[in-house]
């Protein structure tokens, strides 16, 4: 019997996804691991690998078309096997064909008929992927100058950026109220690159700009009222001593080359996965009535990307090396960034991590990514004054805030996990054990 691949669910509230693109066709060979399509959610534009090896027997939807989660989107199995035509009418009735006039309705980007989406010569659309296509949207660049180097010529993010370095600077119009001999003047006074909101209201011409929210940060909306409205947050904040950590974390990242340097959050990410095995409410879920203590800690770690930011997840965190841990993160951060990420990298944490450390921040709190019980936000490590046996010294401390569920632990729990947490910081040759 031939296999199926379904619609992946990437993440907590995924109800559907577009597939945008096949990259195997219908008789094509398919290794186990071989990306199959791309879709895209909300978030981020996915590859899906086949679980199998076989041939590649039926595709069950169309490019372009909107499929609910865990609906088959193709089968796999040996050469000539048949595909019942039945089970793939009834598979189809749940699909809808993406046409520019419904757009609206399912909150997806408008499909365009101008240039950078089509071929004036052809009336096709040209090769190139949603997020490639997006950008040169954004950056006003038209896809019909740009030269892909992906698979068929295919249009790629890096075709765009690629292309957008090497458009000639254009020449900044005369703005009104700035005379060109006074140019110069305001370029020193203001500093090249600085806002224009920092000059003189009086000296430059008030203007609107009107940005429709992508589809990601639709999504992270919706996400973040709902946590804020139906999750009672509370929030404990703690002080480490990261000294060691700092000295322990140098002295490691003089034996590693560049590329495998160790980061703190790599070592925050170790010690609250250890941490978390004994407070099995804060590695938990609320569904209905029931409190679900996970049995693996999967630790969610917040990464920046265009237009907002996604989640991605590091398993079994408490069983990996601190050097696996940082390959992993770096690895998924860069799939995430280049439009790449595979359905195991954004779904299935149980405890996330948010670090603002990196920006200087001293302190912040973060809001809970259901169905999650709680989120640790890291802030910066700094030298600042302390008192060391009465006299006063330059000590490191880093603060970190945990938001929890009232519902499913409370104020005392918290604090003795944050207080765990501080042994496994304060003490990080533990970590590399």
Do not use: C
């Amino acid at each position: 019997m031939a296999d199926i691949i379904h619609m992946p669910k990437l993440g907590f509230d995924m109800k559907e996804g577009t597939l945008v693109r096949w990259v195997k066709l219908e008789g094509e060979n398919v290794q186990k691991g071989d990306v199959i399509a791309e879709i895209e959610t909300d978030k981020a534009t996915v590859e899906v690998e086949s679980n199998y090896t076989g041939v590649l027997l039926k595709h069950f939807v169309e490019a372009d078309s909107i499929v609910p989660i865990g609906d088959p989107i193709a089968s796999v199995g040996k050469e000539g096997e048949k595909v019942d035509i039945g089970s793939s009418a009834n598979i189809t009735a749940n699909v809808e064909k993406l046409k520019p006039d419904k757009v609206d309705s399912i909150q997806r980007e408008p499909l365009s008929l101008e240039q950078s989406d089509l071929n004036n010569d052809s009336n096709e659309r040209l090769k190139s992927s949603p997020l490639a296509r997006k950008l040169a949207k954004d950056l006003q660049l038209d896809l019909n100058e740009i030269t892909g180097s992906g698979p068929g010529g295919r249009i790629i993010k890096k075709d765009v950026v690629t292309a957008q370095n090497s458009e000639p600077k254009a020449v900044p119009a005369k703005s009104e109220g700035f005379p060109k001999e006074n140019e110069k003047k305001r370029s020193e006074s203001t500093g090249v690159g600085l806002p224009k909101s920092i000059w003189k209201v009086s000296e430059i011409e008030s203007s609107e700009n009107r940005i429709p929210i992508n589809k990601l940060r639709q999504a992270i909306g919706r996400r973040m009222v709902e946590s804020k409205q139906q999750i009672p947050h509370f929030y404990e904040t703690y002080s480490y001593d990261v000294a060691s950590l700092m000295s322990v974390r140098e002295q490691a990242n003089l034996t590693l080359p560049d590329d495998q340097k160790l980061s703190v959050n790599d070592f925050i990410i170790k010690a609250v996965a250890i941490t978390l095995k004994s407070f099995p409410n804060l590695n938990a879920s609320l569904v209905g009535n029931e409190i679900i203590q996970h049995g693996s800690v999967h630790i969610g770690v917040a990464v920046s990307v265009e237009g907002g930011l996604l989640t991605i997840v590091v398993r079994d965190a408490d069983l990996k090396p601190i050097r696996i841990i940082s390959s992993e993160v770096k690895e998924m951060a860069t799939r995430v960034r280049n439009g790449k990420i595979k359905p195991e990298d954004v779904e299935g944490s149980t405890f996330s991590i948010s670090n603002l450390g990196m920006y200087g921040v001293h302190h912040f709190s973060a809001i809970i990514n259901p169905p999650e019980a709680a989120i640790l936000a890291v802030s910066a490590a700094k030298q600042v004054p302390v008192v060391v046996d009465d006299a006063l010294a330059v000590g490191w401390r880093m603060e970190a805030t945990i938001s929890a569920d009232h519902r499913i632990t409370d104020g005392v729990e918290a604090a003795q996990f944050m207080k765990a947490l501080a042994f496994q910081i304060e003490n990080p040759i533990r970590l590399l054990l």
